[in-house]
């Protein structure tokens, strides 16, 4: 069994890092938008219900319980979402990490890969 000598890897790490590390970031800055988004859709949501709730005790409303119906669904999604959202996330904190913790990875990804 041969083995390849560290220095000829170390070019092809470095390859593979300098590509997976402007990805990574454009991930994670799209992930923390989205997340951004859903924030402010709860908030709107919340906002919605609690308008609705206010139609709902007039003596002869109009037919608000399937809105109220669809925006609970909604809400339940959008926790669904974040779920996912979170755990994409810590995975790419993870990733981010590990490129930040290679001994290989140029200087510029293992400083820039947390600050952007």
Do not use: C
Not at 31 to 54: F, T
Not at 57 to 63: E, I, K, Q, T
Not at 73 to 102: F, H, P, Y
């Amino acid at each position: 069994m041969s083995t390849t000598p560290v220095s000829e890897t170390e070019p092809l790490a470095q390859g593979i890092e300098s590509m997976l590390a402007p990805i990574v970031l454009g991930v994670d800055k799209a992930i923390m938008s989205a997340q951004q988004s859903q924030e402010d859709l709860g908030k709107e949501i919340e906002r919605l219900v609690a308008d609705l709730e206010l139609f709902n005790a007039v003596a002869d409303p109009p037919r608000l319980q399937p809105a109220l119906e669809k925006l609970a669904d909604a809400r339940k999604r959008l926790a669904m979402t974040n779920k996912l959202m979170q755990q994409t996330q810590t995975r790419v904190q993870r990733i981010q990490s590990r490129l930040q913790n290679m001994p290989s990875a140029p200087a510029a990804v293992r400083d820039n890969v947390l600050t952007q």
